[in-house]
């Protein structure tokens, strides 16, 4: 795909002889989420739950994350859309130009951050007197020249990396079974427990939660909607439960959220450090290339490629200021702020999807530019989430979701009748 024709892509409907099916997408779904925080979450789950507990709370939680983005994905590959534009013709072209996508933005950035701190943490264990802020910014700046290289480097990227990092995990499982019997796994017990199960869940949504919400992103470039149930299935539900399983089993005699100390406790040399930096590399590519779409929603006549590099550039200060140190809260936050978003596009795409698609198709200056009634259903949501959070009630996730979804439902309901009655 030439370049010009990629760049009017990031804001156009892919057409359909530009579609790839299901297995570049895959992989550029399964690259963001075989990842060092996935590993880390099973390192966190293993801290506070005993192993059965955390294999119920991954399974729960990334089943959850899986029909999220299926929903999600296939607004995507109906539309042809990125996660992006959707969000202008949901929320209104301002607020889901400037309020909606800078969110997501600032999340990605987010993650950027953080694989950019375990990549550099991955380096100051092959060469322990590297500063970490050097390291971390080196790091950072070889990952965003390679993410706006765009979405087919993408795909080959990941293509060398997940079956490094698969191999990895599945040695390092080898290696701890080799310490520990069936029966040591299954009487583990945490030394302090302090968080619920459904905390747990929450926190294992809030880890993929982005991933699940721009699914639209990748699955844009897919042809059916069973395409779609592939990417989702496979690169969420299934990957993302299975890497958690094995960083709980990893991380077993040494509890901790620290993946590269978990394989350097387990013996592992320069070689499993190299896989880490090179995951975390594919990952990365595609955090920076979802912002940089983002950033290209808001900024239209600036080049991708020159955003998706400042995207790069954000993300590195994060991991240069230690945003790995945050990381538990910076979960938390993601899954009280993203999820009740995709409660209103579900809404908005798949109840009212003639509506909604008759607004994208009449695109002019009248335009709507504040769908409130979108703010306020997302709003609602997010607030209900962190009520939920704080009093540890239900899955507040899920609970953000329903109430956005319910909000924005009845909302409309009351315009159609208003409209009906007044004509």
Excluded at 45 to 55: G, R, T, V
Excluded at 90 to 97: D, L, N, R
Excluded at 273 to 293: D, H, K, P, Q, T
Aim: proline share 2%; aromatic share 10%.
């Amino acid at each position: 795909m030439a370049l010009k024709e990629a760049e009017s892509h990031a804001i156009s409907v892919i057409p359909e002889q530009d579609r790839l099916g299901w297995k570049a997408p895959l992989f550029n779904f399964m690259g963001v989420n075989i990842c060092m925080s996935a590993l880390m979450g099973g390192g966190i789950l293993i801290q506070q739950f005993s192993l059965q507990q955390a294999i119920l709370i991954s399974i729960s939680g990334n089943l959850i994350l899986a029909l999220m983005a299926f929903l999600t994905g296939y607004i995507g590959s109906h539309r042809g859309l990125s996660t992006y534009i959707i969000t202008n013709q949901v929320f209104g072209s301002t607020a889901g130009k400037y309020l909606i996508s800078m969110v997501l933005a600032i999340s990605s950035c987010g993650w950027f951050g953080i694989q950019t701190s375990i990549s550099a943490l991955s380096l100051q264990k092959i060469y322990p007197s590297i500063d970490f802020t050097l390291a971390a910014i080196a790091l950072g700046s070889l990952m965003t020249f390679f993410a706006a290289a765009g979405f087919r480097f993408m795909a080959l990227s990941n293509y060398l990396g997940i079956p490094l990092l698969l191999g990895l995990m599945i040695w390092g499982v080898v290696i701890t079974l080799h310490t520990n019997t069936l029966g040591d796994l299954l009487q583990y017990q945490p030394a302090n427990q302090g968080l619920s199960i459904t905390q747990g869940i929450n926190m294992i949504i809030g880890l993929f939660v982005v991933s699940s919400v721009v699914a639209s992103d990748v699955t844009r470039y897919t042809r059916t909607s069973k395409d779609v149930m592939l990417v989702a299935g496979i690169g969420m539900g299934v990957v993302c439960t299975a890497q958690q399983i094995c960083a709980s089993i990893l991380a077993i005699n040494t509890p901790t959220w620290d993946i590269t100390q978990t394989l350097a406790d387990l013996g592992f040399g320069w070689s499993a450090f190299m896989i880490i930096l090179l995951a975390s590399l594919s990952s990365n590519i595609v955090n920076a290339y979802g912002v940089g779409l983002a950033l290209k929603n808001i900024f239209t006549s600036t080049a991708r490629f020159n955003l998706t590099l400042l995207a790069g550039c954000i993300g590195t200060f994060f991991a240069a200021s230690g945003i790995i140190n945050t990381f538990i809260e910076f979960l938390t936050w993601l899954g009280i702020l993203i999820p009740s978003i995709v409660g209103v596009i579900w809404v908005d795409c798949l109840i009212f999807a003639n509506r909604s698609e008759s607004r994208s198709a009449h695109s002019d200056a009248s335009d709507l530019q504040v769908n409130g009634s979108a703010l306020t259903g997302w709003l609602t949501g997010a607030a209900t989430s962190w009520l939920c959070s704080i009093y540890d009630i239900g899955i507040p996730t899920i609970t953000g979701i329903l109430v956005s979804a319910l909000v924005y439902f009845g909302l409309n309901m009351v315009k159609i009748r208003c409209n009906l009655s007044n004509s």
